[in-house]
C-alpha cells in the first residue's frame, strides 16, 4: 500500500498550487483521505480531509476558505488547491489515509512520503 503526493514547489506570497496523492496497493473509497503538514521546527498538524462521500473538513485556521480538499474515487486520488498561499504556509505536505474519521494524526494508518510547499515573501 503506497500514497505518493507530488505537486509542490516554490511559489511567491498570494500564489496558489495543486497538491495530487495517488494511492495504490488498495483502493481507498471507504477510508477517510486526509493532509497534514509540518513546518520546519513543529509538530506535523492537520489541514483537512475528507470522507469517501465527499464531505469535508478544514483546520480551524486560516486556511479555511483558502485551501480546498477534492477526491476522485474511481482514480483513487486526493487533492488540495491552495490559493491565497502565505509564507506561514511553508510546510511539507503530506496526504494520508484513515478508517475512521479524525484530525488526529495517530489516527492515519497510511502515510504519504511528503512534498515540500515553500511561499516566498
Known amino acids: 500500500v503506497q500514497l505518493q503526493a507530488f505537486g509542490g514547489g516554490l511559489v511567491q506570497d498570494g500564489g496558489s498550487l495543486r497538491l495530487s496523492c495517488a494511492a495504490s496497493?488498495?483502493?481507498?473509497?471507504?477510508?477517510?483521505l486526509a493532509w497534514f503538514r509540518q513546518a520546519p521546527g513543529k509538530e506535523r498538524e492537520f489541514v483537512a480531509y475528507i470522507t469517501w462521500g465527499g464531505y469535508s473538513i478544514y483546520a480551524d485556521y486560516s486556511v479555511k476558505g483558502r485551501f480546498t480538499i477534492s477526491r476522485d474515487n474511481a482514480k483513487n486520488t486526493v487533492s488540495l488547491q491552495m490559493n491565497s498561499l502565505k509564507p506561514e504556509d511553508t510546510a511539507v505536505y503530506y496526504c494520508?489515509?484513515?478508517?475512521?474519521?479524525?484530525?488526529?494524526?495517530?489516527?492515519?494508518?497510511?502515510w504519504g512520503q511528503g512534498t515540500l510547499v515553500t511561499v516566498s515573501s
Open positions: 494520508a489515509g484513515s478508517a475512521i474519521l479524525t484530525k488526529d494524526a495517530n489516527g492515519y494508518t497510511y
Open positions: 496497493g488498495r483502493t481507498f473509497n471507504r477510508h477517510t
